[in-house]
């Protein structure tokens, strides 16, 4: 049985050159399925360039939870004969290519020898031509001719597409939606094809948000009170710098594009330092221009929050595709032994509601936090039921008022407390004056190289790791308690390996998921108890080192007995994940 | 209103005696008393240098952070709140060699704060290499054959950035400077205050005395700081005479006036709660 493979499932991917509206086209069409009660979740891929080369965006859907991209390709919606040529093999006997032969004649059986799947033919260029649109509204055509090929309801469509370019202007909005009906019209009333998989609305499904995993991020920051958002331009983390710009204003919120990332994450722990919750996100490259303000916040202990988007490295790597390759980078980066904490949030639920709480960690413990993304998740449309808000309480730890530090005679900005957390006043509250200080220094913030005060407040800022350990959530299993085989993964490899799973467990293999979401500190005894239920292990990570492994091997002297690694720049895809972990088995 | 004393803290500054950071902080310690500042609502911010020990030693809020960054520090904690007076406290290695690009973009963002550069035309806390400031052919641990690099001119810099205050003061005329220092501090945008600073261990050329034969006044000459492009001609001014005072100064909204978020107020006093739900909606 092919994953994926329910009645109700289907893989759709639109390609072209950038430029020709493909991520337009592939966010209407997710958040069209959805608005029809069906789940989606999509992958986009495209090289760092503005105009040509070739961009694809793949929309899954399904009438149950979706949580990884399949390889294989029901209908291709080709806007040019590279798209074909590029992602032949993802397609099968059955799969349908739209295709506007009219434009370019082509004979699929000899240019493609072997080529599975039907060509549809559709006048994509006439269409436009006729009603007089710009060339570039051959994407909203063939749309309309997709969802006529899988008997969909057009009024979906047409609802995502008036939401999309209503905002604009009204105009804009009808064109496109008579293009769209005049692509749908053109499949439905030729009959020229046959309908090969037919998609079904769901009926009383719950109303769902559709979000990439930066959105989530963003909503997860806004949440928690962010006030401060700085960030400089940088692929997969740019989106969150959009978004939180877009709302500046209706959410109270500064955002600044700043010169470069070392001012970036330096103005936040100014913004932090002053009482404002301050954020910033970043790829790899960045990260690394951030690493000394790590050290900073480290030893000031000023709360900051860090959103890592991961994209292949090293160096500027492949600057728009994904990998899961800076978790060690990110466990030690900076000089200097401190206490952090590292997290990865597998979807998107995982990205807001636990962004929410690494604003809150860093404040609680006044320490630097890391929530690790990737391409793959920060880019990616997921359907989701809107996040349920109740509970979610904003904690701003030891923080003191006027009121409270009146009534404190020597008040000392790092005292040396029990749980090594000291109460923390704010510049412009009276009887709170101190120094925040990067060199070290005494309870006073007063720089002081006596070594039995440094050993003291070294203690005092790592005895935190008493309390916060408390706070660290174990890794998650998914599917059965017990499994003669665990797929042992992190971050947001857990969509695909869930998948996966779910596939193997169709086939009757017996296999569950064991998913860390917490990094750092690291959680031992729970990850022990876990480890002990498990038989054979199967590490799967998008990086080339198992840097999972690695962190295991280094805390618990355990490993993983098995690895799959994949470091093409690429997610993990379902049916080839399913299959490698169904041949390490066995 | 505090008096200078009263701003003394229990840290004593460790600088060299004769040190022209001595004159600095006391002018700095006179501005605030002298302008009536409450202590807790001042901030002083700093990178790394001899300079940077300076908040140490003024009993107001500081943040004592690393190379080079002072300025965005700053900037981030005086847009969190705008109630605060923020001062910033760098020196010529710390603002102009490995903090270059932060004092362009916080020059032209026009934030309200007043940046002080002890410049001593060295690097003094490293025990003596050349800086960006120093003069061509000046021979230094790093140059022992002399610097083979012009010297950066910060004023202009300045001025090319769009400055709203540049001016220059001199560490051996401390009446004149405290009053650059108080002018900068009621200034609204971001004031410069780069101040010739001779360092008495490591820089035998630019002393106390060679600044004395150069610096003239230019409010004593007559000068009027309102005319960018003569500005520049005064920033240019260097080796025979080197002018002190305010070369420019423009009336323009600081940077926080044109930030939406802060029309409701300063950032740290606006409720924490929000409702995120019609921001959620729109991704329906």
Redesign the interface.
């Known amino acids: 049985m092919e994953s994926g493979s329910g009645a109700n499932t289907l893989s759709v991917m639109i390609g072209g050159e950038a430029g020709y509206g493909i991520m337009t086209a592939g966010e209407i069409l997710a958040r069209c399925f959805s608005r029809g009660g069906l789940h989606v979740h999509t992958d986009v891929e495209y090289p760092s360039l503005i105009r040509g080369g070739h961009n694809t965006y793949q929309v899954c859907i399904s009438d149950r939870d979706i949580s990884g991209i399949l390889e294989r390709v029901d209908i291709l919606i080709a806007l040019d004969d590279t798209t074909i040529k590029e992602h032949r093999k993802e397609l099968r006997e059955g799969s349908q290519i739209l295709f506007d032969l009219y434009e370019k004649p082509i004979d699929s059986k000899k240019d493609y020898p072997g080529l599975k799947g039907e060509v549809v033919p559709i006048p994509l260029n006439e269409i436009v031509k006729d009603r007089k649109g710009d060339k570039v509204m051959r994407n909203t055509v063939a749309m309309g001719a997709c969802i006529g090929l899988i008997d969909y309801d057009f009024a979906y469509l047409e609802q995502v597409i008036r939401t999309t370019f209503g905002k604009k202007n009204a105009e804009v909005a009808n064109a496109n939606v008579e293009s769209a009906k005049a692509g749908y019209d053109f499949i439905i009333d030729k009959g020229k094809c046959s309908v090969r998989k037919r998609i079904q609305p769901v009926k009383d499904a719950p109303k769902r948000i559709v979000l990439t995993g930066n959105d989530a991020i963003a909503l997860g920051a806004l949440q928690g009170g962010l006030r401060w958002y700085s960030a400089y331009p940088m692929t997969p983390a740019s989106s969150i710098l959009h978004l939180m710009a877009a709302n500046e204003k209706s959410m109270g919120i500064i955002v600044r594009q700043t010169e470069d990332e070392i001012a970036a994450a330096t103005m936040a722990i100014g913004a932090n330092h002053a009482g404002a919750r301050g954020m910033v996100a970043t790829s790899g490259g960045g990260f690394c221009l951030m690493t000394e303000s790590l050290g900073l916040a480290a030893m000031s202990e000023t709360p900051m929050v860090y959103v890592l988007s991961q994209r292949p490295g090293p160096s500027t790597g492949l600057a728009t595709r994904t990998e899961q390759c800076d978790l060690q980078f990110a466990l030690d980066a900076s000089q200097g032994d401190f206490v952090r904490v590292v997290l990865a949030p597998g979807d998107v639920n995982e990205a807001f509601y636990h962004t929410f709480n690494a604003l809150n960690l860093a404040e609680k413990y006044q320490i630097p936090v890391i929530v690790i993304s990737d391409r793959y998740l920060s880019e990616g449309l997921k359907s989701a039921l809107p996040f349920d808000l109740e509970g979610m309480e904003i904690d701003r730890g030891k923080l003191l008022t006027e009121e409270q530090l009146a009534k404190i005679d020597d008040y000392r900005r790092y005292s040396d407390t029990d749980d090594g957390i000291s109460p923390r006043s704010l510049p412009g509250m009276s009887g709170g004056i101190f120094v925040a200080n990067g060199d070290d220094h005494n309870e006073m913030g007063e720089t002081n190289e006596d070594p039995e005060v440094r050993t003291k407040l070294m203690d005092k800022r790592f005895r935190k790791l008493t309390k916060l350990i408390d706070e660290i959530p174990g890794p998650a299993i998914y599917g059965p308690a017990d499994a003669d085989a665990t797929i042992v993964t992190w971050g947001s490899a857990k969509g695909p390996c869930i998948e996966a799973m779910n596939t193997l467990l169709e086939k009757g293999r017996s296999v569950n998921v064991m998913h860390f979401m917490y990094l750092k500190p690291f959680p031992r005894k729970l990850v022990l108890e876990q480890l002990k239920k498990t038989k054979l292990t199967i590490g799967v990570e998008n990086n080339r080192t198992s840097q999972l492994d690695r962190l295991m091997r280094e805390e618990l002297k355990i490993g993983v007995d098995k690895k799959i690694r994949k470091y093409d720049g690429r997610p993990f895809f379902v049916e080839p994940l399913a299959k490698r972990i169904e041949e390490v088995i066995g | 209103m505090t008096a200078a004393d009263e701003l003394r803290t229990?840290?004593i500054p460790d600088w060299c005696p004769g040190c022209g950071d001595h004159a600095i902080l006391m002018c700095v310690k006179g501005a605030i008393a002298e302008l009536g500042l409450?202590?807790?609502?001042v901030?002083i911010?700093s990178g790394?240098g001899c300079s940077s020990?300076l908040?140490?030693y003024v009993?107001?809020?500081?943040?004592?952070?690393?190379h080079g960054?002072a300025l965005?520090?700053?900037?981030?904690?005086?847009?969190?709140?705008h109630?605060?007076h923020v001062i910033v406290i760098s020196g010529d290695g710390d603002c102009y060699g490995i903090g270059m690009?932060?004092f362009?973009?916080a020059v032209r963002r026009n934030v309200n704060l007043t940046l002080i550069v002890h410049d001593n035309q060295i690097y003094g806390l490293t025990t003596g290499q050349t800086s960006p400031t120093s003069d061509l052919g000046f021979k230094t641990k790093t140059t022992p054959g002399g610097s083979i690099e012009r010297a950066v001119m910060p004023l202009s810099l300045a001025l090319g950035a769009g400055g709203t205050f540049v001016s220059r003061g001199f560490a051996g005329d401390p009446k004149h400077l405290k009053e650059l220092v108080k002018e900068a501090i009621t200034h609204k945008g971001l004031s410069l205050v780069d101040v010739l600073q001779p360092c008495v261990t490591f820089n035998r050329v630019n002393t106390f005395a060679w600044y004395r034969e150069r610096v003239y006044k230019l409010a004593e000459s007559g000068y009027v700081p309102n005319d960018r492009a003569k500005a520049f001609d005064k920033a240019m001014e260097w080796e025979d005479k080197i002018p002190i005072g305010v070369i420019y100064k423009e009336e323009k909204p600081p940077f926080e006036e044109s930030?939406?978020?802060?029309a409701?107020g300063p950032?740290?006093k606006?409720p924490?709660?929000?409702d995120?739900?019609?921001?959620?909606?729109r991704?329906?």
Do not use: C, W
């Open positions: 229990r840290t409450d202590p807790s609502k901030l911010v790394i020990k908040p140490h009993k107001t809020y500081g943040f004592h952070s690393i960054r965005p520090v700053a900037t981030g904690a005086k847009l969190a709140n109630d605060l690009g932060h362009i973009h930030v939406p978020a802060l409701a950032l740290v606006q924490y709660q929000r995120i739900r019609p921001l959620m909606e991704f329906i």
